[in-house]
């Protein structure tokens, strides 16, 4: 009896969870913000898989904006968990502000603090790539009570963001784009093909063609000068 009841138990919970997977809903909205309205792309199921579950918040790196979590928000919603990608104020389809090139790390924190502060009272668990990862770090430093924690993936360290830079620098013909983009204020220039963003961002067997056609179009043109380096401060 007690092993017909376990499989009775698996067979229900996997059936739940097929449920569950044909539920989710994905969807972008704007939610307003110190600087303009902020995009926030999010999963949640119709029927959570685990009721008492913190949501989870993504946050992106430079040149990218809440698109690249779209792998991994259908995922978690598919398990039934509720998930929140968030693009900070001028990325993606947040509103363009007149100071792209420099807004300081505080002010991508109280971005960042408006989502949270959305949840309606529920700690998240903060997830963060790159200069995203660090910007978890100054979150929790600023509103160390916010969230339950963070997951950082390749994030940039508390002494900032001056080795990735660098590490770029010795892609293809990077260097001299480094230069004239620092005499112009346009950092997007290190990153201004499809194949230096294939070099930067994505594993060796991507194919080209997919950064080409799927991610390269959608990269930001321009990323502000202090997020990395505020780090260090």
Not at 58 to 66: D, I, K, L, T, Y
Not at 95 to 102: A, C, D, M, Q, Y
Not at 122 to 142: D, F, M, N, T, W
């Amino acid at each position: 009896p007690l092993s017909v009841l376990s499989c009775a138990v698996f067979a229900g919970h996997q059936m739940f969870r097929a449920i569950v997977r044909r539920a989710s809903t994905i969807a972008s909205r704007s939610l307003p913000g110190y600087a303009g309205k902020l995009e926030v792309i999010t999963a949640i199921p119709d029927c959570l898989a685990q009721p008492f579950a913190a949501p989870i918040v993504f946050v992106h790196g430079g040149f990218h904006a809440a698109w690249c979590w779209e792998k991994f928000q259908p995922w978690f919603a598919d398990r039934g968990l509720e998930s929140h990608a968030l693009s900070v104020r001028s990325h993606g389809q947040s509103e363009p502000t007149k100071r792209s090139l420099w807004w300081p790390l505080r002010s991508l924190v109280d971005d960042m603090h408006t989502l949270v502060q959305d949840l309606g009272g529920r700690k998240p668990l903060l997830v963060g790539h790159s200069a995203g990862g660090g910007l978890i770090q100054k979150y929790l430093e600023v509103h160390p009570d916010a969230a339950l924690g963070g997951v950082i993936f390749c994030g940039f360290p508390p002494s900032g963001g001056h080795v990735p830079f660098v590490n770029w620098m010795r892609l293809p013909g990077a260097l001299w784009r480094a230069i004239v983009g620092g005499l112009t204020f346009n950092p997007g220039l290190m990153l201004a093909t499809p194949e230096l963003w294939h070099s930067a961002f994505f594993a060796k067997n991507t194919p080209i063609e997919t950064v080409r056609q799927s991610y390269f179009p959608r990269g930001e043109r321009v990323e502000s000068l202090l997020w990395p380096q505020a780090l260090a401060t």
